[in-house]
């Protein structure tokens, strides 16, 4: 299947430092990719170049192409349809990216309404995509500081089924959780990726969390790619030093 | 040397913390209290350092209630019991110098002299520097303000800050949350070696059940302000009784495992009446809904607070 995300060349520049680099990318339909390392690797900054938002100050060069958009190069009005339908973004926080003057219900009603969606077909989506990430329909009535930072991820997750999107990027999505819920938000995304055929981009500092929902693994430091590769093959033969450092650094509790 | 014994404390109407009872050692030794977000770990830390008062119960240092120490009673116990937040940039005053910042507790520390007990003076008052490298850190970073620190050496600092009073506890509350992968390894690292080298007790507070066998013997588990389970650390990370410890092992993801949910929805909020796990409890039966399970014992040091759960009927689900 022709590939849903290509990333080619891509670098970001801050003046002559260079934030991130990833040479080549490619995630298809229901694929999952995850970008891992530490604060100041530059995953956040790659994942942020693919939804177009870079800071003032920043130069991108190189492709990114999603649904055949380049976002490098397309303008606001391109990016912008773009980041409302075919690509949803999942942060760390969603109650912060959530707007806290809106039930979430009213949130949920508005993005269908913008894609054309009213009425009775877009309540039936609406309990679809609840059903399909274990949410309540009586929380559509809750304001987003009412509702748990689990319960919230779900909510966001709700959203991009519910919107068809094609491609979920995904920071750090399960960092502020709790354990227990954790391992729900990341059963969830492994399932929707199979169930809807979303294309994801998985950035974490937790290899032993995405390990487990991504495919391909790439492994960042200092703005730079160290190792990528297929994830059995890099959990099993890392051939990068920092690789190994960070495989060995995973707490593990005896099973 | 520091115990809860019944501790209970309520803001309001909300009780955080139940009937709490824990005692804790001052010689290389480590218990940890493991549980999620809201289950009243971090009250239970506060309540010890003696930040908040509790509701019912005490708090024991020395045999003591912290609330009735002496003058002299009350700077030992300053002195020999020292919390290490996690960083968050609010444990070190951002306008000092990060040696000034260990230098101020030196500066009590000499001035407490003998009411800080015979101990503190058996042994020379160690300087900044001295500190600073018993932390694995420059002895040059003294100049330097928190904010020109990365986390990990932020953590290194208010760890070395901690040691200035020559404490027995060091009350550790989610000291490495904060830090990448990589750095929490070489926290914990420091933490076990100056336990080993300076015989210090550890009280852990955290989330994450893959540290906790680095620097404790014995954990307690924490659900909704009550313990549901407690024992050694070997037996209750690698067998867990109840299924509240049961899903919080799970749910550890590892390294190219699929993750494992608990079943249902792990937001659910506790049950206000009975045994509080009920609404996530994947074996109630009736009596839960009614009753709070008593602590039972299972094993030798081993409790679980649970109607239905054994050792034998509740094998892991994961071997």
Request: some cysteine; overall charge positive; charged content about 20%.
């Given at each position: 299947?022709?590939?849903?995300?290509?990333?080619?060349?891509?670098?970001?520049?801050?003046?002559?430092?260079?934030?991130?680099?990833?040479?080549?990318?490619?995630?298809?339909?229901g694929?999952?990719?995850?970008?891992?390392?530490?604060?100041?690797?530059g995953?956040?900054?790659?994942?942020?170049?693919?939804?177009?938002?870079?800071?003032?100050?920043?130069?991108?060069?190189?492709?990114?192409?999603?649904?055949?958009?380049?976002?490098?190069?397309?303008?606001?009005?391109?990016?912008?349809?773009?980041?409302?339908?075919?690509?949803?973004?999942?942060?760390?926080?969603?109650?912060?990216s959530?707007?806290?003057?809106?039930?979430?219900?009213?949130?949920?009603?508005?993005?269908?309404?913008r894609h054309?969606?009213?009425?009775?077909?877009?309540?039936?989506?609406?309990?679809?995509?609840?059903?399909?990430?274990?949410?309540?329909?009586?929380?559509?009535?809750?304001?987003?500081?009412?509702?748990?930072?689990?319960?919230?991820?779900?909510?966001?997750?709700?959203?991009?089924?519910?919107?068809?999107?094609?491609?979920?990027?995904?920071?750090?999505?399960?960092?502020?959780?709790?354990?227990?819920?954790?391992?729900?938000?990341?059963?969830?995304?492994?399932?929707?990726?199979?169930?809807?055929?979303?294309?994801?981009?998985?950035?974490?500092?937790?290899?032993?969390?995405?390990?487990?929902v991504?495919?391909?693994?790439?492994?960042?430091?200092?703005?730079?790619?160290?190792?990528?590769?297929p994830?059995?093959?890099?959990?099993?033969?890392?051939?990068?030093?920092?690789?190994?450092?960070?495989?060995?650094?995973?707490?593990?509790?005896?099973? | 040397?520091?115990?809860?014994?019944?501790?209970?404390?309520?803001?309001?109407?909300?009780?955080?913390?139940?009937?709490?009872?824990?005692?804790?050692?001052?010689?290389?030794?480590?218990?940890?209290v493991?549980?999620?977000s809201g289950?009243?770990?971090?009250?239970i830390?506060?309540?010890?350092?003696?930040?908040?008062?509790?509701?019912?119960?005490?708090?024991?240092?020395?045999?003591?209630?912290?609330?009735?120490?002496?003058?002299?009673?009350?700077?030992?116990?300053?002195?020999?019991?020292?919390?290490?937040?996690?960083?968050?940039?609010?444990?070190?005053?951002?306008?000092?110098?990060?040696?000034?910042?260990?230098?101020?507790?030196?500066r009590?520390?000499?001035?407490?002299?003998?009411?800080?007990?015979?101990?503190?003076?058996?042994?020379?008052?160690?300087?900044?520097?001295?500190?600073?490298?018993?932390?694995?850190?420059?002895?040059?970073?003294?100049?330097?303000?928190?904010?020109?620190?990365?986390?990990?050496?932020?953590?290194?600092?208010?760890?070395?800050?901690?040691?200035?009073?020559?404490?027995?506890?060091?009350i550790?509350?989610?000291?490495?949350?904060?830090?990448?992968?990589?750095?929490?390894?070489?926290?914990?690292?420091?933490?076990?070696g100056?336990?080993?080298?300076?015989?210090?007790?550890?009280?852990?507070?955290?989330?994450?059940?893959?540290?906790?066998?680095?620097?404790?013997?014995?954990?307690?588990?924490?659900?909704?302000?009550?313990?549901?389970?407690?024992?050694?650390?070997?037996?209750?990370?690698?067998?867990?009784?109840?299924?509240?410890?049961?899903?919080?092992?799970?749910?550890?993801?590892?390294?190219?495992?699929?993750?494992?949910?608990?079943?249902?929805?792990?937001?659910?909020?506790?049950?206000?009446?009975?045994?509080?796990?009920?609404?996530?409890?994947?074996?109630?039966?009736?009596?839960?809904?009614?009753?709070?399970?008593?602590?039972?014992?299972?094993?030798d040091?081993?409790?679980v607070?649970?109607?239905?759960a054994?050792?034998?009927?509740?094998?892991?689900?994961?071997?």
């Amino acid at each position: 299947m022709s590939p849903v995300l290509t990333v080619d060349n891509l670098r970001v520049r801050a003046g002559d430092r260079l934030l991130a680099s990833l040479d080549a990318l490619e995630v298809g339909p229901g694929e999952c990719a995850a970008i891992v390392g530490e604060s100041g690797s530059g995953k956040t900054t790659t994942l942020n170049a693919m939804l177009g938002l870079t800071d003032d100050g920043l130069r991108v060069t190189g492709k990114i192409v999603i649904y055949g958009v380049d976002v490098v190069t397309a303008g606001e009005r391109a990016l912008r349809r773009l980041r409302g339908s075919a690509v949803a973004l999942v942060s760390q926080s969603p109650r912060h990216s959530l707007n806290p003057t809106m039930r979430l219900g009213t949130l949920l009603r508005r993005a269908l309404a913008r894609h054309g969606l009213h009425g009775a077909p877009a309540r039936k989506r609406t309990e679809a995509a609840l059903r399909s990430v274990l949410l309540d329909p009586g929380l559509l009535r809750r304001y987003p500081h009412q509702v748990s930072g689990g319960q919230a991820q779900r909510f966001a997750i709700a959203m991009a089924v519910a919107l068809r999107a094609r491609v979920i990027l995904a920071d750090e999505p399960t960092s502020a959780l709790d354990v227990t819920v954790q391992a729900a938000v990341l059963d969830l995304l492994a399932r929707v990726r199979g169930e809807y055929g979303i294309a994801m981009v998985f950035v974490s500092h937790d290899l032993a969390a995405v390990s487990g929902v991504a495919d391909r693994l790439v492994v960042m430091r200092d703005g730079g790619v160290v190792e990528s590769g297929p994830v059995a093959a890099v959990l099993d033969r890392p051939t990068a030093d920092y690789t190994r450092e960070l495989l060995a650094a995973v707490p593990a509790i005896r099973r | 040397m520091l115990s809860a014994e019944g501790l209970t404390v309520s803001f309001g109407r909300n009780r955080v913390v139940q009937a709490v009872t824990l005692d804790l050692p001052d010689a290389s030794g480590g218990v940890a209290v493991i549980g999620e977000s809201g289950s009243g770990k971090t009250t239970i830390a506060r309540a010890l350092l003696g930040l908040v008062r509790p509701t019912s119960g005490r708090v024991l240092f020395r045999g003591e209630d912290i609330a009735r120490l002496g003058r002299e009673g009350r700077a030992r116990y300053r002195s020999e019991v020292q919390p290490v937040f996690q960083d968050g940039d609010e444990a070190l005053d951002p306008r000092m110098r990060v040696g000034a910042s260990i230098r101020e507790a030196l500066r009590i520390r000499r001035r407490r002299g003998p009411a800080a007990g015979p101990r503190a003076m058996s042994r020379a008052t160690p300087s900044v520097a001295d500190l600073l490298a018993a932390v694995l850190l420059d002895p040059g970073l003294a100049d330097r303000r928190p904010h020109e620190l990365s986390g990990g050496e932020r953590q290194r600092v208010i760890i070395a800050r901690a040691l200035a009073v020559d404490p027995r506890l060091l009350i550790l509350d989610e000291p490495t949350s904060a830090l990448d992968v990589t750095v929490q390894a070489a926290v914990l690292d420091l933490l076990a070696g100056l336990r080993d080298e300076r015989g210090l007790g550890y009280l852990l507070i955290t989330h994450n059940l893959a540290i906790v066998e680095r620097l404790c013997q014995y954990v307690h588990v924490l659900f909704a302000g009550h313990i549901v389970e407690s024992g050694p650390a070997a037996t209750v990370l690698a067998a867990p009784v109840h299924p509240y410890t049961r899903a919080l092992r799970d749910a550890v993801p590892r390294l190219g495992g699929p993750p494992v949910p608990a079943g249902g929805t792990p937001e659910a909020l506790p049950a206000a009446t009975g045994c509080p796990f009920r609404h996530r409890c994947p074996i109630a039966v009736d009596s839960c809904a009614t009753e709070m399970p008593p602590a039972r014992p299972v094993a030798d040091g081993h409790q679980v607070a649970c109607h239905v759960a054994t050792a034998a009927a509740s094998p892991s689900s994961r071997t």
